[in-house]
């Protein structure tokens, strides 16, 4: 065996966590010039074996070997050191810094002791024209789309000449048209020897892109593919461990009389939202699709009272009612869950508990405002258990958990909250299958039960599959609504590009 065969081995890496062991003897072969894809479902340990390989974590037994040579990592920037750079899942950029500052950081070239910013703009154009990024490097972060940002970072991996590059969820925020440019960018990559692992639940992106793939599931290393030998429905019951043939539910759920009615809904912003009206049913899933840019988030906030409206009305079970912020969207028995989990959603310095309980404060609070330690104790358990959040304890720090935990603590956080009305936008966005699936469950449950619920999503066969309508909007439009057999991906996409060029 050429000792170059391998860029990278990791081999029966071992890792614990408090009440839980997160990899166990987990083994996997990086080869130079190839993107090896590495696949599983939330909390199979994915992300916690390239952390200890990128010395954030430090792994308990097991090795790894860079061009056959054993190294130990104890930081990040050994890790860069010896060539290996990550695009993380989670973004944290300097938002007050500018895109060269942020591509630079920590490296900042200098001169004569002060930072040399002629350079740092000329080696900033020079790496983001080669990229082809439509990147201003003088521009500050915090005037950027989360896909600009994503931009910034793969940037910044390509900047260090690093010979592995790890992508975790490279993907989760572009735009289709942003995603095809990743792919040239990681295909001159590999084409210059590089060796790329990628990380994504995306099955279809991963049959494009990648040459192997690896899966895990419950910190165990399943088995390793070239990606010619493996269809999807494999991959997918390897992630698994069970046949998902059948990727969602059953519909159960039979919709009942209009409860709630929007008529006109105009944003007070021009360019967003203009004249949308339509009605939700009792016990009725109504999807909500279009393309980037069609204005759909905005117009559940504004629903939920975060948007200002120029005009429109809401009516709810047959009376009129004035929205203005969120607490008297609660007042109203409205939920929104929202797009971005980390972002809007979790509070991540808290626990579970405290996170499933924090909505509900007010209503749980006694006399001068105390708050009943043992009820909170009591639903949040029990929320835990209706839900399967996959926790050691309702203390553990809600950060800790997986993806789609995590998603499921913020469905129980608004359960608790008794809605009548749901809006849940992307509710599976950075999801695997498995918990894809334990997700539609709860929709199509608290459908059944008579909660009238709009999902928005990007997935076309998530949306069929979940809805019974779905309402298509294009460039701030509603152009449309289909049901039954009308709900097809042609039909779809046709009247999500109605009013495009």
Known sequence: MSEREYVLELKNITKEFPGVRALNN???NLRPGTVHALMG???????????????????????????GKEVEYSCTLDAIKDGVAMIHQELYPEPHLSVQENIWLGR???KRGMVDFKKMAKDSKALLDALKMDLDPKALVRTLSVSKIQSIEIAKAVSHNAEVIIMDEPTSSLTENEVDHLFEIINDLRAKGVAIVYISHKIEEIKRISDEISIMRDGNMIGTWKTADIDTDGIISNMVGRDMSNRFPPKTNKAGDVFMEVCDFTS?????????????RRGEVLGI??????????????IFGLRALKSGTLKIDGKQVHIGDSTNAMDNHLALLTEDRKGTGLFPVLSVGENINVASYKRLSKLLGYIDSRVCTKLAQESVKKLNVKTPSIRTPINSLSGGNQQKALLARWLLTEPDILLLDEPTRGIDVGAKYEIYKIIDELAASGKCIIVISSEMPELMGMADRIMVMCEGKMTGIVEGNEMQ??????????FMN
Do not use: W
Not at 45 to 67: E, H, P, Q, V
Not at 489 to 498: F, Y
């Open 26 to 28: 987990v083994s996997l």
């Open 41 to 67: 479902e939330n909390g199979a340990g994915k992300s916690t074996l390239m952390k200890c390989l990128f010395g954030i974590y430090k792994k308990d037994s097991g090795a790894i070997l860079r061009n």
């Open 108 to 110: 900042l070239p200098l």
């Open 268 to 280: 007070i912003n021009d360019r967003s939202f203009q004249h949308v009206s339509f009605n939700l």
């Open 289 to 302: 699709g279009g393309l980037v840019g069609a204005q759909r988030t905005e117009l559940v906030e504004s």
């Open 489 to 498: 991906e042609e039909n779809i996409m046709r009247l999500a590009t109605k």
